[in-house]
T-cell receptor
Framework: DTGVSQNPRHKITKRGQNVTFRCDPI?????LYWYRQTLGQGPEFLTY????????KSRLLSDRFSAERPKGSFSTLEIQRTEQGDSAMYLC?????????????FGPGTRLLVL | DAKTTQPPSMDCAEGRAANLPCNHS???????VYWYRQIHSQGPQYIIH???NNETNEMASLIITEDRKSSTLILPHATLRDTAVYYC????????????FGKGTRLSVIA
């Protein structure tokens, strides 16, 4: 499968614990996005990388959240000291940024439940 | 905030065409109309996009009005597997901007 992959698919944790999610984009896609989706809502943008550079962060990304893309390939999203309000689906998307119209392709998501 | 307005839900009989409307009255000249759909518990799936001309691919057709203030996504022969939330999004051409999702339209295809 050459699509975007995310691991784990599901995560249950206790409040106060740290969690880390991984996203593997489509090969050669230089742009990578993280979104969060809560029940009944559309996805909301969190942050965006072009290659290894983190170029934009949403105000939703509190200081407990950190994302990296160290070699411009896979990315990780870490949440420290999780809270019940962090329970959501975390989605990753990738795209090939070039001249012209860019289409983002999404992974299956990681569903986080904070108890 | 999303720049689009969609009905919250629609039903469609299996085998019939599903026509999903979207209003984007404040769209700018450099903004495209994108459609994604999200089947339960999966990530959003890209369907189609367009600027001002009608577009068709293997999944759907996109009809954009001449004034570009609204569009319709057409699934020509809906199947039960097309049951999903459909999102209409406007986005600038020069790519590196996030997608801004609204609440979309929940399409239920009924046997």
């Amino acid at each position: 499968d050459t699509g975007v992959s995310q691991n784990p698919r599901h995560k249950i944790t206790k409040r106060g614990q740290n969690v880390t999610f991984r996203c593997d984009p489509i090969s050669e896609h230089n742009r990578l996005y993280w979104y969060r989706q809560t029940l009944g809502q559309g996805p909301e943008f969190l942050t965006y990388f072009q290659n290894e550079a983190q170029l934009e962060k949403s105000r939703l990304l509190s200081d407990r959240f950190s994302a990296e893309r160290p070699k411009g390939s896979f990315s990780t999203l870490e949440i420290q000291r999780t809270e019940q309000g962090d329970s959501a689906m975390y989605l990753c998307a990738s795209s090939l940024g070039a001249s012209g119209v860019e289409t983002q392709y999404f992974g299956p998501g990681t569903r986080l439940l904070v108890l | 905030d999303a720049k689009t307005t969609q009905p919250p839900s629609m039903d469609c009989a299996e085998g019939r065409a599903a026509n999903l409307p979207c209003n984007h009255s404040t769209i700018s000249g450099n903004e495209y109309v994108y459609w994604y759909r999200q089947i339960h518990s999966q990530g959003p799936q890209y369907i189609i996009h367009g600027l001002k001309n009608n577009e068709t691919n293997e999944m759907a057709s996109l009809i954009i009005t001449e004034d570009r203030k609204s569009s319709t996504l057409i699934l020509p022969h809906a199947t039960l597997r097309d049951t999903a939330v459909y999102y209409c999004i406007v986005r600038v051409r020069s790519g590196n901007t996030p997608l801004v999702f609204g609440k979309g339209t929940r399409l239920s295809v009924i046997a």
